[in-house]
């Protein structure tokens, strides 16, 4: 099979998508089960995700009036801080790590065409805790990259900080020379984040998963064919980036106005159980209550099902999209994609069978 270039993938990944999810026998339960998978490893499981920092205010800080009360860090505050810091570091290496065995799960399910997902988690079990370990290296390593570009701002932030403690507000001319700067080093951090995603999950993740490669090789196999190929990977990355944020705007424009309408239909059937039990008493008041809730929460599981029917999808496609670009270049992942007998004459490969 020849190589496909990076527009050239999106047919193929597209007839994937959809005779995996929607030929017959077609199940909801399963469908479901399968997007929920997709759009959790897919849409929730980027290796590198930003965090944005949460902004806490004490009365009028902000503006430096008279009166304005100061931070006061205790050593029971301190402590109470990193314990917490710990805990969800804890539970964010959990997280990562069965999203990480959900993606080989997923990939052998794409790959192998089947939709029962145990098969895949149990099989790729040690595949999938190198491949965690190796990105938890590669993510503190990437926490130091970015440690040492910020790190010649920290004492502006700390004069900033101590300014605002001392009630004198914050100086605005500080803050402007400290965020120019920076705006380049965050674009450089958030492109340097994107190309390790997509390098890790894209391209080395297959040669965990086939050949049980260990970091070294499957960096030194990758860029091997990064070198060749220069102009179709980077032509893939940026699809790879485009086509998810024109599917979903396109998902938005189609449905935009039967959510509107959706969301009307909601709040009119709240607002009409609010009025009916406003003045009850007692039991009345209980039962108008549970009504309440019962209706938000059947809007929130409908809004839920929608979102996982509608996500699930575009995510699956975006595996596949990944899977048969590489595919077409990394021969034991093409002929598991597309056996001998689904390649066309052209070259170009065809649905595969379910």
């Known amino acids: 099979m020849r190589a496909l270039s990076a527009a050239e993938a999106i047919s193929p990944a597209i007839n994937r998508t959809r005779e995996f999810l929607f030929a017959p026998p077609f199940r909801w339960a399963t469908f479901l089960k399968l997007c929920l998978v997709a759009a959790i490893t897919e849409g929730l499981g980027s290796n590198f995700q930003s965090n944005g920092s949460k902004k806490h205010s004490n009365g009028d800080l902000g503006g430096g009036l008279p009166g304005a009360m100061p931070f006061h860090f205790s050593p029971m505050l301190i402590a109470a801080a990193v314990a917490m810091s710990l805990l969800l570091l804890v539970v964010a290496l959990l997280v990562f790590y069965v999203m990480t065995r ?26 999938a805790n190198r491949f965690f370990r190796m990105n938890v290296w590669v993510g503190l390593c990437f926490a130091l990259m970015v440690g040492l570009m910020v790190s010649p701002f920290i004492p502006g932030f700390i ?12 100086d605005f001319q500080l803050i402007l020379s400290l965020a120019l700067p920076l705006i380049p080093i965050f674009m450089l951090i958030v492109v340097a984040g994107i190309a390790l ?14 050949e049980d490669a260990t970091a070294g090789q499957a960096w030194s196999a990758v860029w091997e064919r990064v070198l060749d190929e220069k102009g179709s990977f980077l032509a893939y990355a940026v699809l790879r980036i485009v086509l998810p944020i024109i599917a979903f705007i396109g998902i938005v424009m189609v449905l935009l106005i ?3 309408v959706l969301l009307g239909c909601v709040a009119g059937a709240e607002y009409a159980v609010h009025s009916a039990f406003a ?17 938000g929460a059947v809007a929130l599981g409908f809004a839920l099902v929608i979102g996982i029917s509608i996500g699930g999808p575009v995510s699956t496609g975006i595996r596949e999209y990944a899977l048969v670009f590489y595919g077409s270049r990394y021969a034991k992942l093409g002929e598991t994609l597309f056996p001998a007998t689904q390649v ?11």
């Open 102 to 127: 959900l993606r080989f799960a997923y990939f052998h399910c794409l790959v192998s065409n089947t939709r029962l997902i145990k098969p895949g988690w149990s099989f790729y079990r040690p595949h």
């Open 159 to 170: 004069r900033l900080f101590r300014g605002i403690q001392e009630g004198r507000g914050p």
């Open 197 to 210: 995603d997509i390098i890790l999950r894209d391209w080395m993740l297959p040669h965990y998963a086939l």
């Open 258 to 260: 039967p959510g509107l």
């Open 279 to 295: 003045d009850a008493t007692g039991a009345s008041m209980a039962i108008g209550a549970m009504l309440e809730v019962f209706i």
């Open 344 to 354: 066309s004459q052209a070259g170009l490969p065809g649905a595969p069978a379910d």
